[in-house]
C-alpha cells in the first residue's frame, strides 16, 4: 500500500504530466516535455514493486491506463476517487489541474494564472482605473475565446486601454486538435471552444458544462485571417470558470434591487453586496471540484473593503456531486490550521435564501410607510 504522502507526491507528478500534454502544440511533437518524462519514468518504477500494476510501454499507453479511471482502480492500495482525464476527450479534469496547483507541480500554469492578474491589478492600479480592471475581468469570463479580429477590437475598447498590451499574452493560438475539418465550435454555456469527440460530437473542458448536454454556440472558421484565440487553460479553470456564477450571482442580487459591485478594491473578493439598510455583505465565489484542495488554499476573505459578513460561495451542482463537500472542505481547513476564521461553504441556493430572509427582515422593520 503506497505512503499517503508518497502517493500525492506520484500523482501531482502524473497530473502535472498530463496537464503539459493537454497544452502540447504540435499533436504530433515526438520529444516530450521534461514533466511528462519523469512522471512517465515513476510510473513505470511504481508498477515494478507493486503487485497488479500494469506497466505501459509507452506514454500513450500510461495515459490509457489513467483515463476516465478514479486512481484507486488503477493504483494498488490507493482509495482515491479522482480522476485525472477525461475518457471522451483525454483532456485533464478539473480535479487533475487543482491538484498541480496545490502542490506546485505546475511547470507554468499558475504562475502564468497569477502573473497575468497581478499585471492587470497594476496597471489599473496605476491607470487610477478600477472600471478598467472590471472590464477586463468581464472579458475572460464572458468572452474566452475570439478571433483576432475581435481581440483587436477590444484592444481599442477604452475600459480596456490600461490592459490592451496584456490581452496578447491571455488570448493564445489554438492547437489544431481542437477543431473538426476546418471549423471550431463554441460552447453555448460558457463559450470556451470545445473538443471534437468521434464524428459529430462536441464536450467542453469545464465541469459546469459537463453536467448538462453540450450545445454549440457558433462555429468559428479556423482559415480567418489571424487564427482562432482562446485564454490559456489556467485562465479558463480558475477565472472564466467561476466568474460565470459570479456574474450569475450580480444578475440575480440585480434582479432583488441590490447594488452589487463587483471584484471591490481590485479584486479583493469577488461581490460586494449593499442591502437598503447599509448592510453589507461580502461574497468570494469558487468552483473546486475537490473541496480539500480549497479548504488548504483559501486564504480568507480580507477585511477590506469593509464589510457586515462574509461568504465562501460554491455552486449547486458541486454539492450534487459530493454530499461531503461541506465537510471535505472543513476538515481539510482544520488540518491545515486556516480555521480561525470559522470559514464554512454557502451553496449558491443557500446564499440566495439567506439574501431573501435578509431583505424580509429589513422591509418588516422598515414598516410598511417606510
Known amino acids: 500500500m503506497p505512503d499517503a504522502m508518497e502517493e500525492t507526491s506520484f500523482l501531482a507528478g502524473l497530473a502535472a504530466a498530463v496537464s503539459t500534454l493537454a497544452q502540447r502544440e504540435v499533436p504530433g511533437k515526438v520529444a516530450y516535455d521534461d514533466v511528462v518524462q519523469r512522471a512517465y519514468n515513476h510510473f513505470v518504477l511504481r508498477t515494478l514493486v507493486e503487485d497488479d500494476f500494469r506497466t505501459p510501454g509507452s506514454v500513450p499507453e500510461m495515459i490509457e491506463i489513467i483515463a476516465d479511471r478514479p486512481v484507486q482502480d488503477w493504483l494498488p492500495g490507493s482509495t482515491s476517487e479522482t480522476v485525472l482525464l477525461h475518457g471522451d476527450t483525454f483532456s485533464p479534469t478539473q480535479e487533475c489541474i487543482e491538484l498541480v496547483v496545490d502542490n506546485r507541480r505546475d511547470p507554468f500554469g499558475e504562475k502564468y494564472e497569477n502573473e497575468i492578474l497581478k499585471l492587470a491589478l497594476s496597471a489599473c492600479q496605476e491607470a487610477d482605473s478600477p472600471e478598467s480592471y472590471v472590464a477586463f475581468r468581464r472579458l475572460l469570463i464572458t468572452r474566452p475565446a475570439l478571433t483576432q479580429t475581435e481581440l483587436v477590437l477590444q484592444r481599442g475598447e477604452l475600459d480596456l486601454l490600461p490592459v490592451a498590451d496584456l490581452l496578447d499574452r491571455c488570448y493564445l493560438p489554438v492547437s489544431p486538435r481542437l477543431r473538426r475539418e476546418r471549423q471550431y465550435a463554441e460552447c453555448a454555456r460558457c463559450h470556451c471552444l470545445l473538443r471534437p469527440v468521434g ?3 462536441w464536450q467542453c473542458d469545464l465541469d459546469r458544462c459537463r453536467t448538462t448536454t453540450v450545445k454549440v454556440r457558433r462555429y468559428l472558421d479556423a482559415t480567418v485571417p489571424g487564427g482562432i484565440l482562446q485564454l490559456g487553460l489556467p485562465l479558463r479553470t480558475f477565472v472564466t470558470g467561476p466568474g460565470l456564477f ?18 471591490p478594491g481590485y479584486d479583493a473578493y469577488d461581490l460586494l453586496v449593499t442591502f437598503p439598510d447599509k448592510i453589507r455583505w461580502a461574497v468570494d465565489v469558487k468552483d473546486y471540484a475537490n473541496p480539500g484542495v480549497l479548504g488548504r488554499t483559501f486564504a480568507g476573505l480580507p477585511s477590506t473593503p469593509p464589510r457586515d459578513r462574509g461568504f465562501l460561495v460554491v455552486p449547486d451542482y458541486r454539492r450534487s456531486a459530493n454530499k461531503q463537500y461541506a465537510e471535505s472542505f472543513r476538515y481539510a481547513r482544520q488540518s491545515a490550521g486556516r480555521s480561525s476564521d470559522s470559514l464554512s461553504v454557502t451553496f449558491q441556493k443557500d446564499f440566495l435564501r439567506a439574501v431573501d430572509r435578509k431583505l424580509t427582515s429589513t422591509t418588516a422593520l422598515e414598516g410598511p410607510n417606510a
Do not use: C, N, P, Q
Not at 246 to 263: C, N, P, S
Open 199 to 201: 464524428r459529430d460530437s
Open 246 to 263: 459570479e456574474i450569475d450571482l450580480e444578475i440575480a442580487l440585480g434582479k432583488r434591487g441590490l447594488a452589487v459591485e463587483m471584484w
